[in-house]
């Protein structure tokens, strides 16, 4: 029996988790297992990391693997509404739940907000009216709450400590 390494994140599931799972099996199957481990209802969705359309149930996992395996995320929302406020200017758009920090980060610094590449590398998402700024892989599904499908966050200048007074010798 072949198995594939999954990487999942989902709703209520912050951190990056994996489990081994037969190659053979369904989507079904797989969000049946991750349901009923994270108390998810029967009707969450299953996506791969970045893509927009939920899997098809009935797909086998191997048609989707690579070599080094498969990430995927499991939320009852279909859409993530996601507003992101850079220099008192807010922009919004829907993201599947399974969209990365990152994606989310490029499309409002470059598309947006019209920064560089080298210009959105020195910003970061932080959450709106926290101080969390959650690491680029991260599903943005992930960070709602099991009652709204929305998350508002702010493109902030990241800060970055490059050395301490009293470290010259």
Known sequence: MKTIDLFYQ???VGEIEHLEIDAEATFATLKALLA????????ALLFVEDEDDPLD????????????GLKVHLN??????????????????KFAPGATVARVKRWAA?????????????HVLQISGTHERPAPGTHIGSLTNRKTCALAFDLVADERVNGAPGWER
């Not at 149930?57 to 080094?68: M, V």
């Not at 590449?117 to 020195?122: F, H, L, P, R, W």
């Open 10 to 12: 989902g709703e209520g």
């Open 36 to 43: 009923e481990k994270h108390g998810i209802g029967p009707d």
């Open 110 to 122: 470059e598309r947006k907000f019209g920064m560089t590449a080298e210009e959105a590398g020195e």
């Open 57 to 68: 149930d009935e797909a086998k996992i191997k048609e989707r693997a690579s070599d080094k």
């Open 76 to 93: 009852r929302c279909r859409h993530v509404e996601v507003s992101v406020t850079f220099n008192g200017e807010t922009a919004d758009r």
